[in-house]
């Protein structure tokens, strides 16, 4: 067997530096978070938890916790239904048709996001209240497919796009009408691209927060609704759990998008 | 189930693809469109399929004016340049689409998918129908696709460069096959192509098409050795080009002078093939019924079935094929009459008369 070069051992040396490196920056504080959520009592200057147990996340999952995470649960599923339904025809129209003023439509759907969310929220907010809509699950949802739409379409226009049109063209010439030929060839093909889109639109709405604590307070309690009233609460025990909770549907989802997502759309997001 | 086109229009903005098409195309035949790229043959072959709508005239199958008829209810079938073969579906499945559609029993489904399967030859049919498109070979694709297309009757078979994305000996073959299919079938088809060696081969008609109008339409042989116009002689084979002055009685390239008895008068333009001229060593003068150039031999290429030489002519660089290796230096080039073709210098367009710019010495 030949003996490694000198170079190539340094070099895996470093990669493997750099690894623990990464992997510190990521889980360090992650990992502050699974020892609170496991702590009853943790005081100053020990630089370990006095005593450990579940004491914490009985209570959690006993109370406010889980009404929290069904209906923000519940909010994300009507939030990425209504988007769809919305987007899916939108977006084939503006990838297949010359629609006038796609750019400028395109555009008005990124506009919510081009400016600080504060402000955003708070004006419309004003508005919702004068609508009696806020306080609502319905506010909350109307608040969130303002964000939810602009990854909805942008996505799916791109995935469109990724479809050559005479995939299309061709059904219709062996004699399919332009619905049949929308559901056998192009829904189809844009599966992976509209399970991708989903997931977008799921997670954006089940970790929204800002609109969420302005439009929903009092009433519409949400995860990371929840988890910002635990902090300042000073109950860290309490808001770690949240915490770990929220992210486990965000990491499961990215998983699941990370298989579906295709550098073909990538390549079409955002042409006009 | 013969095909005609009365007048047709289409514009894209300010952009006139196809400007006042009228031509028939004959029931049961193979007719090849032939032209370069930006010519208006596909947007001729989409508006026939129905994807593009028309801003005039008339498309008319037998007796039927199918012009306002969506693509659904045309009765074409179309062999796409990307072959178009729906990649989540089976082979199988993409060949039965059509049938499915038209509500066949799945038995006769079943049997008339694998009888055209084994109509395009595809082999190991068995194995092939629960394939998926991206598994097989280009070629295979081709074949799936056309088998896809025959498998419902169509009308009339449309083909958009159906070849061209296949390498060259596959493309060989299957130009053949397609060929012989299309006998067998007996379906009308129209078949694009830029290819003009594959236009000649493979119909019985050649409609040659240039900045959306039809320049000349016959057969391969007429197109070939009876090119009516400048555009038709350059664009079907390797042709030199010369320009020259014509007036009664002479013709002069440079400051050569040949005789000529042809009404065209002022700038003209000479045609000749590489393939018909000779390339002779020295200075030759006259010789009956031929046109003598003299120039000098550059350079010589061997291309295996033969010699290329590259003579230079007053400024201009002409090719000449021949058997025999011929030395650079001051040669003559021989060009029988029958075969220099010269027309007057004027833009490419459609010719109706052919007796009109075609010309003999």
Redesign the interface.
């Known amino acids: 067997m030949p003996r490694p070069h000198p170079g190539t051992l340094i070099r895996a040396t470093l990669r493997m530096a750099a690894g623990v490196f990464v992997a510190f920056i990521i889980f360090a504080p992650l990992s502050s978070l699974v020892i609170w959520s496991f702590t009853r009592k943790w005081f100053w200057p020990h630089p370990f938890p006095q005593e450990l147990g579940l004491f914490y996340w009985r209570k959690v999952l006993e109370g406010d916790l889980f009404r929290a995470l069904q209906s923000g649960f519940f909010i994300a599923v009507i939030v990425t239904v209504l988007t769809l339904l919305l987007t899916i025809p939108l977006a084939y129209l503006l990838a297949r048709y010359p629609v006038p003023f796609k750019a400028a439509i395109l555009l008005v759907f990124l506009l919510p996001h081009a400016f600080p969310q504060l402000p955003v929220f708070v004006n419309a907010t004003t508005l919702l209240y004068r609508a009696h809509l806020a306080a609502s699950v319905s506010g909350v949802v109307l608040i969130h497919m303002v964000g939810a739409l602009v990854y909805a379409v942008w996505t799916m226009t791109a995935v469109f796009r990724s479809i050559p049109a005479s995939l299309e063209e061709a059904a219709w010439n062996l004699g399919a009408s332009r619905v049949k030929a929308f559901f056998t060839v192009a829904m189809p093909l844009a599966t992976p691209g509209l399970i991708a889109s989903t997931l977008l639109v799921f997670l954006y709405s089940f970790d929204e927060f800002t609109g969420t604590l302005l439009v929903g307070s009092p009433f519409v309690l949400t995860l990371p609704v929840y988890m910002y009233r635990t902090s300042v609460g000073y109950e860290l025990q309490v808001a770690s759990i949240a915490a770990l909770i929220l992210m486990v549907p965000g990491l499961l989802l990215l998983v699941v998008l990370e298989r579906y997502l295709k550098s073909e759309y990538l390549s079409m997001f955002g042409r006009i | 189930m013969d095909v005609r086109v009365e007048g047709l229009v289409k514009r894209y903005g300010r952009v006139v693809a196809l400007d006042g098409i009228t031509i028939g195309f004959p029931s049961g035949g193979m007719t090849a469109i032939l032209g370069p790229s930006g010519c208006g043959k596909t947007t001729l072959l989409r508006a026939l ?1 129905g ?1 593009n709508p028309v801003d005039g005239g008339r498309i008319v199958f037998g007796a039927e004016d199918v012009t306002g008829l ?3 209810a045309r009765g ?3 062999v ?1 340049q ?1 072959y ?5 579906m089976s082979v199988f499945d993409n060949v039965a ?2 049938l499915r ?2 509500k066949v029993p799945a038995a006769e489904v079943r049997a008339r998918v694998e009888a055209v399967l084994h109509l395009v030859e595809i082999g190991q049919i068995a194995g092939v129908m629960q394939r998926r498109p991206g598994e097989l070979s280009g070629g295979q694709q081709q074949r799936v696709a056309l088998a ?2 025959l498998v ?1 009757e169509p009308r009339v078979l449309l083909m958009d460069e159906p070849l061209s994305n296949l390498d060259a000996k596959v493309r060989q073959r299957l130009r053949a096959e397609v060929r012989r299919l299309q006998k067998r079938v007996g379906i009308t088809t129209i078949y694009v192509t830029h290819d003009q060696e594959e236009a000649l081969a493979i119909a019985d008609t050649v409609i040659l098409m240039n900045a959306g109008r039809v320049v000349q339409a016959g057969s391969p042989q007429d197109i070939y050795f009876r090119p009516e116009n400048a555009f038709a002689a350059e664009f079907l084979g390797v042709s030199n080009q010369l320009a020259g002055t014509a007036e009664a009685g002479s013709l002069s390239v440079g400051a050569q002078r040949l005789p000529y008895t042809g009404p065209v008068r002022g700038s003209a333009t000479l045609l000749f093939k590489a393939t018909d001229a000779t390339v002779i060593p020295g200075d030759l003068t006259t010789e009956s019924g031929q046109a003598l150039l003299r120039g000098t031999l550059e350079e010589r290429l061997f291309l295996g079935s033969g010699y290329r030489h590259y003579v230079r002519i007053e400024g201009e660089s002409v090719m000449v094929d021949g058997t025999e290796p011929v030395e650079a230096g001051p040669v003559t080039v021989r060009v029988p009459v029958e075969k220099l073709k010269i027309y007057a210098m004027a833009s490419p367009g459609p010719v109706t008369d052919p007796a009109r710019s075609t010309r003999t010495l």
Do not use: D, E, K, S
């Open positions: 399929a994807f969506p693509p659904q074409t079938a179309m796409f990307q178009a073969l729906w990649p989540h689409y059509g559609l038209r896809r297309a419902v």
